[in-house]
């Protein structure tokens, strides 16, 4: 059980989708980080000076003590985190598609390209060198 394993685990596929899993994965934290440290920070003088981070809906507002400590949690609906999050998905979607196109254009170069013919059997290539020889002696 353990050899099956280890060939199904070592098969070139499922090691090209694990290294593949963990480099989008570590895309996806990249663009996040972008857009959360770069992009919506930019964007943010040009709508005005709208905060996408601190955009929110405030369902229910905290409740506080008398000594000012939180005794409820606010209840908020964090719009700002998801318009974020569909612009993260946006951009790694088209990435990907780029990629997997790019890939699909390589594959059908390779298929388009012409192959050599195949090299005849080794009994056709003997009988012409003999058939040429005794052409020579004739």
Do not use: C, H
Request: aromatic share 10%; proline share 6%.
């Amino acid at each position: 059980m353990f050899n099956e394993f280890k060939e199904f685990a070592m098969k070139g596929n499922l090691v090209d989708m694990a290294v593949g899993f963990v480099m989008g994965g570590a895309f996806a934290t990249v663009v996040t980080a972008f857009i959360q440290g770069v992009f919506l920070p930019a964007l943010s003088p040009v709508l005005g000076g709208l905060d996408f981070g601190s955009w929110e809906y405030v369902m229910a507002p905290a409740v506080l003590g008398e000594d000012g400590a939180v005794v409820t949690e606010a209840v908020s609906i964090k719009i700002g985190e998801f318009v974020a999050a569909v612009i993260s998905f946006l951009i790694v979607a088209f990435v990907m598609f780029m990629i997997i196109k790019g890939m699909n254009n390589m594959m059908k170069k390779e298929e388009e390209a012409p192959a050599e013919p195949p090299a005849p059997p080794r009994q056709e290539v003997l009988l012409e060198e003999i058939r040429n020889l005794l052409a020579k002696q004739s």
